[in-house]
């Protein structure tokens, strides 16, 4: 049974409550979401009756993600933009308001790597995983403060996107892994602090999924941030190696963008009512 199958049984036996969706009606904020899992989790909150606001610094990405929605027969609009912007965290949000007239939920999941040993980790590496992790999402949560934080009875939820690197450290990524930990107290805070006004906050920590984060370095997958070309990807040096990656991962495969979506799809519909302040390792087993 597929990703997608196990989803719609689970809406079937609810189908009697939901019959438009487990988030019909809502507004949901998914940054990062032109391509890979931002792009899955916009489809699947879609498909589940959300009103999707799709958001990414590649215009063009996000405006194709938000225009395949509307031709599938959901609802969404691109508000493409930089986050790492000091004035685009306030412009996302209002835009969304004005267009949608609320907010439910925020996915904060745009990111990306940078890499490097930590005896060789520049500044400007280090300083860019924070600025990227940990103050936009910040930045965008603050903006949408006057919109969620009222008692208003709505299922309202953030889901701040978060890392295995974050939990448990990984080589090469000081500063991802630094940036990734800071995502897990920012969440336990906003549950503490919004809890009051109905607002559930979690974050979900990815293993190895298959994106461009972890193919490899030499496919040539690269973002410009700043005005710089960071190369993404694992470094390989074009060899295949002789061991089996997902030895160590109970499921034995990595995971694909359209499967964890619905682990963060989850986390904001009603079946997760009272989870909050959670950190959801999505990883095959992998750690346990």
Partial sequence: MSAADRLNNIKGHLSASYPQGLLAGEVAIITGSGQGIGKSCAEIFAREGALVVVTDIDAAK????????NAAGGKATSIPGDILDPAFPEKLIEETVKQFGKINHIVNNAGFTFDGM?????????????AVHNTAPFKIVRAAAK???????ANKSIVNISSTSGLHGNVGQANYAT????????????????????????TVAFGWVDTRLTRAKESGASIE???QKVVLGIPTGN??????????????????????????LTLCTPL?????????????????
């Fill in 62 to 69: 996000s405006d194709q993600v938000a225009a395949d929605i």
């Fill in 118 to 130: 930590l005896h060789k980790i520049t500044d400007k590496q280090w300083d860019l995983m924070l």
């Fill in 147 to 153: 919109y969620l934080r009222q008692k208003d009875g």
């Fill in 179 to 202: 940036a990734k930990a800071g995502v897990v107290g920012l969440t336990k805070t906003i549950a503490k602090e919004w809890g009051m006004f109905g607002v559930r906050c979690n």
């Fill in 225 to 227: 941030v700043e005005g």
């Fill in 239 to 264: 060899k295949q190696s002789k061991v089996n990656p997902f030895a160590d991962i109970p499921l034995g495969r990595a995971g694909n963008a359209d499967e964890v979506a619905g682990s963060v």
């Fill in 272 to 288: 997760t009512s009272y989870v909050t302040g959670h950190t959801l390792e999505v990883t095959g087993g992998r750690g346990i």
